[in-house]
């Protein structure tokens, strides 16, 4: 397999990493300020996604995949809502332990590797056809 190629369908591997890092995201960002619904039941969970890198013998290298979407066990925070149905004695209702600060830096390093690997299979398809024109 010629390098070029190689390079492209590696970088597939990525944007799809990329690609599935970011609905992660997105789905932390629309669940953010979901509350519980009533007491004694847990808010939305921030999902965290694994990625590990893993050998293509097809392309004889090392790629990366998401291996799973899984919960953040860190706590909930509480907000003080007393007329809530979900609140507890104190007047605390749990909300989702997503930090909107985190999910945005993490939206902006998934956005900018997701372009890289993009760039990488444009140039591909780029250096591939200038080397068909010199060529012709």
């Known amino acids: 397999m010629d390098t070029l190629r190689l390079s492209s369908k590696i970088a597939t591997y990525g944007l799809k990493a990329q690609a599935e890092r970011l609905r992660v995201i997105s789905q932390n960002l629309a669940n ?8 004694g039941e847990d808010p939305y969970r921030r999902q965290v996604i694994t ?12 790629v990366v995949k998401s291996v799973r979407v899984g919960e953040d066990m860190s706590p909930f925070d509480r907000l003080y809502d007393p007329s809530h149905p979900g609140a507890d004695e104190q ?12 999910e ?30 010199m060529l012709r």
């Open 32 to 39: 953010a300020n979901s509350v519980a619904p009533r007491q």
């Open 51 to 62: 990625f590990r890198n893993v050998m293509d013998r097809e392309l004889d290298a090392r």
């Open 91 to 102: 007047g605390y209702v749990l909300a989702p332990n997503v930090n909107m600060l985190v």
């Open 104 to 133: 945005m830096m993490d939206l902006r390093e998934a956005q900018r590797t997701y372009e890289a690997n993009l760039n990488v299979i444009t140039l591909s398809r780029e250096l591939t056809g200038a080397t068909l024109d």
